[in-house]
């Protein structure tokens, strides 16, 4: 028996890790021609491109563990089943609950690294990408400015680009929205702006030309505004130790708990119970994906891993619908969410023990629409 684990085990581990990489990759492709962009046309150190996609990978697992463990699963036994060697197991006595019991032992290694991924590594990502981006617009200023779109420089300064050169370091038309503190927002619209590299201070500047000020104050029945050949507007980019300690996505799996065991404000207890549901579900249905992909890998009747392949985006789409909806429901009805998150796995693993308890020693008691599905004639 143990040698059969063993080969068992064997048999996932190259599957998984080509699964892994794959996965990994058609996620992070979409990224790449912005991290090229970073390098070549505005020339931000590889040392800093290389940390911030270090940093973006443990959201990345969260998602493609799962994934990849279900994929070798149904590879690895739908091997088994094309060469005939499950008819060996059978005669050895190793039915489909024998089959099972080390494909859930491989299912708690990746569950526990997709835990572990979810307690300290989505934290852990989330800061080091803030860190990060601030540094690389403190060496390069202009590097995080895009064309028609919003970016939050500081937690109080909003800056909206109407048009951005190719080195990311002149705009125009730009729009700068800036909050201080304890008074109302003051917009600023110029013709132009340029960045200006940080120094020593951790300062950058923001050098504006032919603008107006705009500055509204209720309060005072009082509207202000002024106009302005060249001004530098300065902010300071330094990240604090303590970033992020309120964003849900900042925070490990044991501070979300005591979040919501506080209760403070039900639109932000809600964001952290979702995060929360999340990343336990992500990490869960390692195990539920390993056990259903048991009877639906011993399903198969041919060598090929177009089926497994197809099997997989099919559950992977099935757990995404899931999750969205989930989302969905966070701030409209927090319980329905929570149902949203669970319930996939709730029913992958119903169904795959069942189909498991009901095989005895056969190592091919599948329901009949699943033998339609995956038989191929």
């Not at 060996?88 to 859930?104: D, F, Q």
């Not at 639109?267 to 995060?275: L, M, T």
């Not at 009805?333 to 669970?342: D, G, H, K, Q």
């Not at 319930?343 to 308890?357: E, F, R, T």
Request: positive net charge; aromatic residues 10%; glycine residues 12%.
């Amino acid at each position: 028996m143990k040698i059969t684990r063993k080969y068992l085990l064997a048999e996932l581990s190259g599957p998984f890790l080509l699964g892994l990489g794959s996965f990994s990759l058609v996620v992070l492709v979409h990224r790449f021609s912005r991290v090229a962009d970073l390098v070549i046309g505005k020339g931000v150190p590889l040392g800093l491109v290389g940390r911030l996609l270090l940093a973006l990978f443990p959201p990345f697992l969260e998602l493609t563990l799962p994934a990849a463990f279900l994929l070798a699963v149904l590879l690895g036994l739908g091997r088994f089943t094309a060469d005939s060697e499950t008819a060996a197991l059978a005669t050895s006595g190793v039915g489909m609950r024998g089959v099972a019991g080390p494909v859930l032992a491989a299912g708690g290694i990746v569950f526990s690294a997709a835990l572990l991924v979810g307690w300290h590594g989505i934290p852990w990502g989330y800061k080091e990408t803030q860190r990060v981006l601030a540094r690389i617009v403190a060496e390069r200023a202009g590097a995080g400015a895009s064309e028609h779109v919003f970016r939050e420089a500081t937690s109080d300064t909003l800056i909206y680009p109407d048009r951005v050169s190719a080195d990311g370091q002149r705009m125009d038309g730009v729009f700068l929205s800036f909050r201080p503190a304890g008074e109302e927002p003051l917009l600023v619209f110029a013709r132009e702006g340029h960045f200006v590299p940080a120094g020593r201070d951790g300062v950058v500047g923001l050098g504006l030309s032919d603008g107006t000020i705009h500055s509204d104050q209720p309060g005072k029945n009082m509207y202000r505004l002024a106009s302005f050949r060249e001004m530098t507007f300065r902010f300071p980019l330094e990240i604090p130790d303590a970033l992020g300690e309120d964003d849900p996505r900042a925070m490990t799996l044991p501070e979300l708990s005591r979040k919501i065991s506080e209760g403070k404000g039900a639109p932000r207890k809600a964001g952290v119970r979702y995060h929360f549901h999340k990343r336990l579900s992500l990490a869960v249905s390692c195990l539920s994906f390993g056990l259903l992909a048991v009877p639906l890998g011993m399903g198969q009747r041919a060598r090929g891993k177009s089926s497994a392949f197809a099997v997989t985006m099919v559950l992977v789409l099935v757990y995404y619908v899931f999750m969205t909806a989930a989302g969905v429901m966070e701030n409209r009805a927090p319980a329905a969410m929570v149902a949203l998150f669970w319930a996939p796995n709730g029913i992958g693993l119903s169904l795959a023990a069942w189909i498991v308890w009901r095989s005895e020693r056969s190592l091919t008691a599948l329901p009949g629409f699943l033998e339609r599905l995956l038989v191929r004639k």
